[in-house]
Structure formats: structure tokens, C-alpha cells
């Protein structure tokens, strides 16, 4: 019963069913208010950041909305949370409002606005807008381990089971938000017929956030002094952001952080230690035969 030591908040809610959607597996949470998100107005200064599940986006947004807004925002709003700021544009959860009225009421401008939808489900108007959008790509290794962690502690992703079955079934896309693989191919083919997309990877933020943000920068035509740079450099580093409530999600219903932080780690290559060495020799035998393209590369270390 509710009154159990240990039991959560969520409890009311029970875990989705994956389900096949227009060839992606995805849950009834990402799909229940698809014909608005269809048919969702972007504007031309919006600016999307999508990513595949646990690549980055939460850290990019939180880039983005200091860049953007750091120097302009009231105290106030300094305490809204990042979910509130940059909203999922295709979530509809029970007790929130749906993301596309989220996003709808947002006050600020540009308006950021988060996705983990695969490139085909992306709402026309974003390419007719000819918006901005940041892609943020992440290793697969990296990235079914991060997934893990979360699915066991979300209880709004479908329940993950043990890790060998999960590492199958991510190699088998069956996961929400469908395959990793053509969610990362299809986003890197997209770039190359739509200007405005930056692809990045989050490899690449870890090695180096300054000079990354300084790529974003570019791209966003954002020219933030070299103290402004730097201050913004120390709020994203990992450590900092797990600490900060605005970021860290401690405010989110659906969690339960006795189980996992949403903010983990943050490093590249800790699948090393979820990994064994047949899991991992079996894992690149299957990417092999997934990851045709060789202009699209990734590191599992750095």
C-alpha cells in the first residue's frame, strides 16, 4: 500500500508499455498528444535541442539558457527549474501540462525548446521556420549504460530489467525513442542537407566545454565576453550542475533518486565497468554491421 516506508510519490503512476509507433518504439507518455505536436508552430528564432535519450540534452540546454539569459533573467527566475525552461516538446505526463503548451507559454525569446525525437518526427514547421537546432550525439556505450541508470529510476520509461537482457534490447533498438543508431545516422544525413543544424558530440563537451561552447557560440552568432565565457564554463561543469537544484531535477516527480541521480557521472567510458569483455566484443561486432557511415565516428574514451 501508498503508506509503506520507501514508497514514492509515484507509485499511482504505472510504468508504460513500449509500443510500436510508425516503425519507432516509443510509450503512450511521448505519443498521447502527437497530433498538436505534429502540428506545433515553431517560430523562426526558436532553437531545438535534440538528442537522443541521455546524450547531453539537459547540459546543453542549461548552456543555452545561460548564454541566452544568465545576464536578462530575474532572481526569480533563476530558481525555475530547467525541465520548466526548456521544455520536452512531446511530453505528456499526468498532472503536467502537455510540452507543446509548455513551450507555447513560454515568455522568453528565443525559445529553447528540448526533443528526443528521432529526425523523421520532427514537426514540419521547425524546417519551414528554418530553425536553429543543436544535435547532441553521445557514444553508444556510454549511452546505453547512462539509459540504464535512468529507466531504472524513471517511472515513466518502461521497466529496464536486468542489464544483459537491456544491452540486447538497445542493440535491438527497442527502446523509447526507437533505435540509437538511426536516431545518431539519421540526425548526422539530416546536417548534411539543412545548414542550420549543429551536430555536436558530447565526447567532445566533456574534453573540452570551453571550446564547445565557443562552437556554439558561432553557430547561435553569440558573442559573450571572455569573463562571461569563462564564469559560464564553471557553472556547467559536472560537478557543479549535480549540485544545483535548478539542474539536477530533485524537484521531478517521476524520479526516484534512491535508485540513481539523474545527474550520474557525466564521464566518457564508464561502461568499462558495466561492460564484460564478450559484451563488449559483441557490441562492436553489431555496430559494425549498424554504423555504415564513416564520416560519422564516435569515442568511447577519451
Known amino acids: 500500500g501508498a503508506d509503506e516506508p520507501g514508497m514514492s510519490r509515484m507509485d499511482s503512476l504505472s510504468r508504460p508499455e513500449l509500443f510500436d509507433f510508425h ?73 503536467l501540462q502537455p510540452g507543446t503548451d509548455m513551450v507555447d507559454n513560454l515568455l522568453t525569446s528565443p525559445r529553447l525548446i528540448k526533443t528526443h525525437l528521432p529526425v523523421q518526427f520532427v514537426p514540419k514547421s521547425f524546417w519551414e521556420q528554418n530553425c536553429r537546432i543543436v544535435y547532441v550525439a553521445r557514444n553508444g556505450k556510454d549511452s546505453v549504460v547512462s539509459f540504464f541508470h535512468q529507466e531504472r529510476m524513471t517511472m515513466i520509461l518502461p521497466e529496464p530489467g536486468d542489464w544483459s537482457s537491456y544491452l540486447q534490447r538497445f542493440m535491438e533498438g527497442k527502446m523509447v525513442f526507437g533505435s540509437w543508431y538511426d536516431h545518431v545516422n539519421n540526425w548526422w544525413e539530416k546536417k548534411q542537407m539543412y545548414s542550420n543544424l549543429h551536430y555536436m558530440f558530447y565526447e567532445d563537451l566533456v574534453e573540452d566545454t570551453g571550446r564547445e561552447i565557443d562552437k556554439l557560440c558561432c553557430f547561435l552568432g553569440l558573442s559573450p565576453s571572455a569573463q562571461e565565457k569563462e564564469r559560464l564554463a564553471g557553472r556547467v561543469q559536472f560537478d557543479n550542475m549535480k549540485q544545483d537544484n535548478v539542474v539536477n531535477h530533485s524537484a521531478f516527480l517521476g524520479m526516484d533518486f534512491k535508485l540513481s541521480s539523474f545527474i550520474r557521472k557525466g564521464k566518457v567510458g564508464d561502461w568499462k565497468n558495466h561492460f564484460t569483455v564478450a559484451q563488449s566484443e559483441e557490441f562492436d561486432e553489431d555496430y559494425k554491421k549498424k554504423m555504415k557511415n564513416p564520416t560519422l565516428t564516435f569515442r568511447n574514451e577519451i
Open 23 to 95: 516503425g519507432v518504439s516509443m510509450t503512450r507518455y511521448f505519443t498521447d498528444n502527437w497530433d498538436n505536436i505534429q502540428n506545433f508552430q515553431a517560430r523562426p528564432d526558436d532553437i531545438l535541442i535534440a538528442t537522443y535519450p541521455k546524450a547531453g540534452n539537459t547540459w546543453v540546454s542549461y548552456i543555452l539558457d545561460l548564454l541566452y539569459f544568465d545576464q536578462t533573467s530575474p532572481e526569480c527566475q533563476k530558481s525555475v527549474p530547467i525541465y520548466a525552461r526548456v521544455p520536452v516538446l512531446e511530453i505528456t505526463f499526468p498532472s
